[in-house]
């Protein structure tokens, strides 16, 4: 009965991190699509319940997943330490990452002090917003949660445990590689055609 609550807690931890994963991904696409100071002020607003959403969803699926590997699987089951590596070594970039990131377009708005909530904005706003390093991290933070969920789910040895987190990571960078909001971002719009 114990394994079956920790089981529903730690795919609750789970299905909670992909949560907080997404909504990075709408808050930076949301970001990127900004065209006022105001847009970019609601949009980090947004963003901020992220940091505590994932210290949640990891405390349930670290102790969650400890417990049933204590009590069924063992310690040195390579799957299960493939992935909790992998879960701690995300769950320490993430703040240094993109939390780091997501600060400096906080800053970048502070800096603007008290502009109008229609105002325009600036290149350095404009420059952090479209920091490639975040778009990268968050892209390798969700495929890597999926390449954990196919650990958890078929179980290889420690080749194939290796082997799919690499290619997690992979797939997340190369979907960097496909076109974005950046492509329009430094279209000069004419003075007279803007609203």
């Not at 900004?34 to 980090?44: D, H, M």
């Not at 909790?84 to 502070?110: D, Y």
Request: no cysteine; hydrophobic share 55%; aromatic share 8%.
């Amino acid at each position: 009965m114990l394994y079956h609550v920790a089981l529903f807690a730690h795919i609750t931890g789970a299905l909670m991190y992909f949560v907080g994963v997404g909504l990075e991904v709408i808050v930076l696409g949301n970001l990127r699509r900004a065209q006022t100071v105001e847009q970019v002020r609601v949009w980090l607003q947004t963003g901020k319940g992220t940091i505590r959403l994932f210290r949640l969803s990891t405390a349930l699926i670290l102790v969650a997943g400890v417990y049933m590997t204590l009590t069924v699987w063992g310690v040195w089951t390579p799957w299960i330490d493939v992935a909790l590596i992998a879960l701690i070594v995300f769950n320490a970039l993430g703040p240094l990452v993109n939390g780091r990131r997501f600060r400096a377009i906080g800053q970048a708005m502070g800096a603007l002090g008290s502009v109008a909530p229609g105002g325009e904005i600036t290149s350095d706003l404009k420059r952090r917003i479209y920091d490639p390093t975040l778009r990268t991290s968050i892209h390798i933070m969700a495929a890597a949660a999926l390449g954990i969920v196919f650990l958890m789910t078929v179980k290889p040895d420690l080749v194939g445990s290796l082997a799919t987190m690499a290619a997690a990571v992979a797939v997340g960078w190369l979907s960097t590689l496909m076109p974005d909001e950046r492509q329009g971002a430094h279209v000069e719009v004419p003075a007279s055609v803007r609203v």
